[in-house]
């Protein structure tokens, strides 16, 4: 599951370099730009999902699924209101600021899972 959130990270931040880089009037490669993004997105989402199902107890999943639910909901409001208030200044500093948001996920789930491995090397 480690190898495919970063995978589906790694793909979701090519697709938004590529928004932020694409000469503007470029469909094509704005397409191109959000397909790859959709991949990843869809990789990431499919292994948070399976990683919460396989984690958590059948009685607790569907508390643990509100919850994450309900502050994705609530980071996502506070981060439209706070993209919609960049977006004036540069319209590419959305998806700058999706970008670092996704980088900084990734970086946390590598030394999560950095973490674990050094940890179960020194308990061997």
Not at 51 to 68: F, K, M, P, Q
């Amino acid at each position: 599951i480690f190898a495919c959130l970063l995978a589906g990270s790694a793909i979701n931040i090519t697709g938004l370099i590529l928004l932020i880089i694409i000469p503007p009037g470029s469909l094509t490669a704005a397409i191109i730009s959000i397909a790859v993004t959709s991949i990843g997105f869809g990789i990431f989402k499919s292994f948070i999902d399976a990683s919460l199902a396989i984690t958590t107890d059948g009685n607790a999943r569907a508390g643990i699924y509100s919850v994450v639910n309900l502050f994705s909901s609530l980071l996502g409001i506070l981060a439209a209101g706070i993209l919609g208030a960049l977006y004036p200044l540069n319209p590419k500093s959305v998806y700058i600021m999706l970008l670092v948001i996704i980088a900084c996920f990734a970086a946390v789930i590598l030394r999560k899972n950095l973490t674990e491995k050094r940890n179960s090397i020194y308990e061997r």
